[in-house]
């Protein structure tokens, strides 16, 4: 069975500091990889993803994330971090065989970005 | 466009009661699935719809939770006989059907906060 490890429960950094969080998963197939994010009292919103061709995906608000299939990883990066992106993050992933998008999430990092 | 939107937001049952909670997806979105977060578990597949169907149940954790889903749209998620552990935020999500542009991009509504008492 597939499963993703989030390995930061908790990251607090401060404002303008870049910061990585990490996931990996585990899986013997092909896999399509998500980060969610969550907003304090607010849904899940896709931030970013990666399904196939480059391995680098970016986010518009300055998010990326680097597919790595070696070390089966898809850490979430961002140089310099603002007060609003305070948040938790999931990091998921779907497997290509079944044809639909079965999510299997990553028990979540909540970031906190203080000034 | 609207999104997808869930009922009620919140919900506050006795122990051995039946609830109902009710999704409503993004206008033909025929992909539909539901999801779990507690604090315990995380979050959790339960179950998903193509159309009216269910192909995959395997999240359900145990014969107290069902679910349908009526003309392709809204769907159901029926918990029987409540317990505590039902606790959690039920979250529904829908998608464009398989192999449509997009399919593997879900949207989530905002959820639904079962509290058992």
């Known amino acids: 069975a597939q499963s993703v490890t989030q390995l930061d429960s908790q990251v607090p950094v401060f404002e303008e500091a870049p910061v990585e969080l990490r996931c990996n998963y585990s899986?013997?197939?092909?896999?399509?990889l998500f980060w969610y994010v969550q907003y304090p009292n607010q849904g899940l919103q896709l931030l970013l993803k990666?399904?196939?061709?480059?391995?680098l995906v970016e986010s518009i608000n300055g998010f990326e994330a680097e597919f790595n299939k070696s070390q089966t990883s898809f850490h979430l990066r961002k140089p310099s971090v603002h007060i609003s992106d305070t948040a938790e993050y999931f990091c998921?992933?779907?497997?290509?065989?079944?044809?639909?998008?079965?999510?299997?999430f990553g028990a979540g990092t909540r970031l906190a970005v203080h000034p | 466009g609207a999104g997808v939107s869930q009922s009620p937001s919140n919900k506050v049952t006795e122990k051995g009661k039946d609830v109902e909670l009710r999704c409503d997806p993004i206008?033909?979105?025929?992909?539909l699935y539901w999801y779990r977060q507690s604090l315990g578990q995380g979050l959790e597949f339960l179950i998903y719809?193509?159309?009216?169907?269910?192909?995959?149940k395997s999240g359900l954790p145990s014969d107290r939770f069902s679910a349908e889903r009526t003309g392709g749209s809204v769907s159901t998620l029926t918990i029987q006989r409540t317990q505590q552990e039902d606790s959690a935020v039920y979250l529904c999500?829908?998608?464009?059907?398989?192999?449509?542009?997009?399919?593997?991009?879900?949207?989530f509504g905002p959820g639904t906060r079962l509290t058992v008492t």
């Open positions: 998921a992933v779907s497997d290509r065989v079944g044809g639909y998008n079965k999510l299997i």
């Open positions: 899986s013997s197939v092909s896999v399509y």
């Open positions: 990666y399904l196939s061709g480059s391995t």
């Open positions: 206008s033909g979105h025929t992909a």
């Open positions: 719809f193509q159309g009216n169907s269910a192909p995959d």
């Open positions: 999500a829908s998608a464009p059907g398989p192999g449509l542009a997009g399919s593997y991009e879900q949207y």
